[in-house]
């Protein structure tokens, strides 16, 4: 081993958020290739405040090396690491070839809560890690981890052996504002379908190529670059595209500037690249990568308007929303609006805008892009909260016109009503049947013995006693509207349909009408004025309804 790893580690004076990266070489002094194996052992956790052994709960602890496998999941509390060199979640690091070196890079953190960590204050930890050269393969399961150097900064990825990336990683420089994301179930191979043994950004002598018309360079140029086992550089290719994030030093940005995103270098000349959100700020650029490369951030004037913008393609989309359930009897269009379009620089410079769209005028959304000169983007803009009426639109040169409000649905509405009318002309009540006893309906002896019950008024003016004269009476308004204005004040009682004295009284207001011209058929009103009276006290107690 190396002096460095054969000598203890001592760190002291620990914060919440402090981390740290110890490397240890490790050399194969024999005469064919070997794998190593690391576990370990001797945990120790000490408690100084008597309120528990907290540190250690905090405290996590990664391995990057090139050719690492192992089948636990890293970063990791260090009780959780294999104590043996058997134990289930092996280590192992090769083949490492006779007379090589391997360099491990062991990574620690106080992970920082957010909550207050002084149980911590005064504990301790110690542990032994054990190193042991061995010529047994790998366990038949296992993963392999990609190195993430962000400018010597080391984060272990863990992948299978297809370079599928188990779990999602954000690797971060030592100052913490340099980033590179990757998702979990992305695929990185190179164009060989290797996959790399390491991802390596690194500050690079820059290529003096201009960067977008009316912009300037800010910082460094970076290489993003993949390392296969052997150390050859390759290019990677991700099946996701990963989010980088480049520091910038604010100091250095122009009055009137902003970053306007990480460029990549393609063909001869600098790239925009697309990113996930368009929060400009001040201190950083993001963009999404789907392979390595030179990168490079660019700043370029702010609200400016001295370039001419365009709309096109002009899109307006209404929110829809029924009213009515489970049929809709009307239809709310326009409360909402979503209006889409491509925005185009037609100058000759790039530059960051604030595009606005007007509705009747005013300013109701706002939304801000990135455009190089001659470059389109599509937009989006929301408008709520639409007053019914017709309305007009403005974004940049373009204007449209729409209507919001609601329309009544009149095909649900009519139909019902329509089908009802048709049924209520086409009823027919049936007469009573059976004996009669006391001048009153009552049903008497088998289905087969039952006979109409006589009497004077089964048959007055020619119109047998409950049916309609005329199958159009039933749609006289007069006469619908006489019998829904009694029934409306006992609707919540709907057993109250069968009282004989509210028959009674049915009975009473519609006789009172008879001979009213608006009431229509003076002989319908006197059969059904009959019916109601004959109906509404049977002798039986019954409730007159058959």
Partial sequence: MGDHGSLPWSISSLQPGDRGTEAVEVRNGGTSPAYLRIWISGVQATDQGNDGAALIEYMRFGLAAE?????????????????????????????????????????????????????????????????????????????????????????AMETDSTGVVQHAVDAVDPLGIHHLRVAAGTRIIDVEGNVPSRLVLSVIEGPDIDGPAGTVKLGPTYMLQGRLADGAPTEVMFSTPATVVLGVNAASVPAGYLPMGVHRLADGAWSRLPAASWNLSRWSAEGSVNGTGTLAVFAAPADDDTSPLSARNLDIQLTVQKNGWPIALSTTRGRSVTVTATVTNLGNTSGIYSVELLVDGAARSTVVVVLEAGEGRTVTFTVADMEDGDHELTLLDRTAKFRSGTSVEWLPILVPNALAISLLAYVRRRPPRGRRSGGRGALRGSPQEVQEAPGPSALENGVPMGELASNADIANPQLLGSISDKLEGRREHPSDIANPQLMGSISEALEGRIGSAPDGNPQLMRSLGSVWEWRRAPPNGGNGMA
């Fill in 67 to 155: 050719g690492l496998r192992t089948t636990m999941e890293l970063p990791a509390a260090i009780d959780r690491f294999p104590a043996s060199p058997s134990d289930r979640g092996q280590l192992v690091i090769g083949p490492i070839g006779a007379g090589a070196a391997a360099t491990m890079y062991w990574t620690w953190e106080f992970v920082e809560t957010g909550a207050p960590q002084n149980d911590a204050q005064g504990d301790g930890l110690s542990f032994d890690i054990s190193y042991m050269l061995t010529d047994a393969p790998p366990p038949a399961v296992s993963y392999r981890y990609v190195t993430i150097d962000m400018l010597g900064w080391q984060t």
